[in-house]
C-alpha cells in the first residue's frame, strides 16, 4: 500500500486535470482513489507513471484500474504501467491486477499486445479484464464501483466508487447525460469534466454551465471541476458554479489532495 495509508472515508489524488493539450501545469487525465484497503487508478493519462511516483505510490500498490474510455489522453499510460510492472529495476509487479471497462476492454488491450510484441504482458501476476455494463456493480478491496454510460464514445463509462460510507462519481468525457445523473444522486463528491466555455460548445464535452446544471440536478454535496481545454481556463468557473450549483465547488489542479469523509469533502493544502 502507499506510504501513508488513508482509514477514513476515501483520498481522492488529482493527478492530471487537463487534456491531451501538451502542458506544464496539467497533465492529461488521471486520478488516484485511496481507501483503508484499496487503492485505485482512475483513468491512465500520459504523466501517470511519474505522478505516481511524485506521491509516494509505487506500481505494485495498484490494485485496480478503471478506463473510462480509450481515448489516448485516458488511457495511454497504461502501456508504460504495464511495462513497467514487467521489467521496472526494484518494481517488477507480484500482485494480480484488475483492469476495468467497457465494451472493447479486450479487443483494446489485445491490439496493445500485438502491437508491443508481448512486452506488456504479465509473467509474475495475474491480468483481469472486466468489461463492465451499465448498472453493474463490481467489488474491488472494500470498493463497490457502479456504472452508468455517458455520452461520448461507445465504451464510455462513468463510474460510482462508494467505500466506508462515502461516495465518488467521475464522469470521464460526456455530455449531458441523464444516466450520470441517476449514477451521481446524493453522491458525497463528484468529477465532472469542464471542457470548453459556455461560448464553445463541443459535442461529446461539457461547458461550465452544463457541468453546474447536472451536478444540481444530481443532488452531490461537493462538484469538482476538471478536464480544462485552454480557453476554459480563462472562465470564471467560481462564478457560473454559484449561479447554477447549491454545493460546494473545488476546481481541480494537478497533484491536489481531497478528502471524502463522512461529514465533509476538503482540498488539502
Known amino acids: 500500500m502507499p506510504q501513508a495509508p488513508y482509514n477514513a472515508g476515501m483520498k481522492l489524488v488529482i493527478l492530471g486535470s487537463g487534456t491531451i493539450v501538451p502542458s506544464l501545469a496539467r497533465s492529461s487525465s488521471s486520478y488516484l482513489v485511496e481507501t483503508a484497503d484499496t487503492t485505485i487508478l482512475v483513468d491512465m493519462g500520459i504523466d501517470v507513471l511519474r505522478r505516481i511516483t511524485e506521491i509516494g505510490v509505487g506500481i505494485r500498490d495498484i490494485d485496480a484500474v478503471l ?26 509487479r507480484d500482485r494480480d491486477l484488475t483492469i476495468i471497462g467497457g465494451t472493447g476492454l479486450s479487443a483494446f488491450y489485445d491490439n496493445l ?7 506488456i504482458v504479465p509473467e509474475q501476476y495475474a491480468l483481469e479484464l472486466v468489461e463492465a455494463l451499465p448498472g453493474e456493480e463490481h467489488r474491488v478491496g472494500d470498493v463497490t464501483i457502479g456504472f452508468s454510460s455517458v455520452s461520448h464514445n461507445p465504451e464510455s463509462l462513468a463510474f460510482r466508487l462508494e467505500a466506508d460510507g462515502v461516495s465518488l462519481v467521475y464522469s470521464g468525457d460526456t455530455d449531458w447525460s441523464e444516466e450520470l445523473i441517476a449514477l451521481a444522486t446524493d453522491a458525497d463528491a463528484l468529477i465532472l469534466e469542464c471542457s470548453f466555455p459556455d461560448d464553445m460548445k463541443v459535442p461529446g464535452h ?55 469523509g463522512t461529514d465533509m469533502v476538503a482540498p488539502v493544502h
Open 113 to 119: 499486445k500485438t502491437a508491443y510484441d508481448g512486452w
Open 67 to 92: 478506463l473510462s474510455h480509450f481515448h489516448p489522453d485516458h488511457s495511454a499510460g497504461l502501456v508504460p504501467y504495464l511495462f513497467a510492472s514487467k521489467y521496472a529495476m526494484g518494481s517488477v
Open 206 to 260: 461539457l461547458t461550465p454551465t452544463e457541468a453546474a446544471e447536472m451536478a444540481e440536478q444530481a443532488g452531490v454535496g461537493t462538484l469538482i471541476l476538471t478536464h480544462f481545454y485552454p480557453p476554459v481556463e480563462t472562465v470564471n468557473l467560481d462564478a457560473v458554479a454559484a449561479s447554477r450549483f447549491s454545493g460546494s465547488l473545488i476546481i481541480a489542479g494537478d497533484l491536489m489532495t481531497v478528502e471524502i
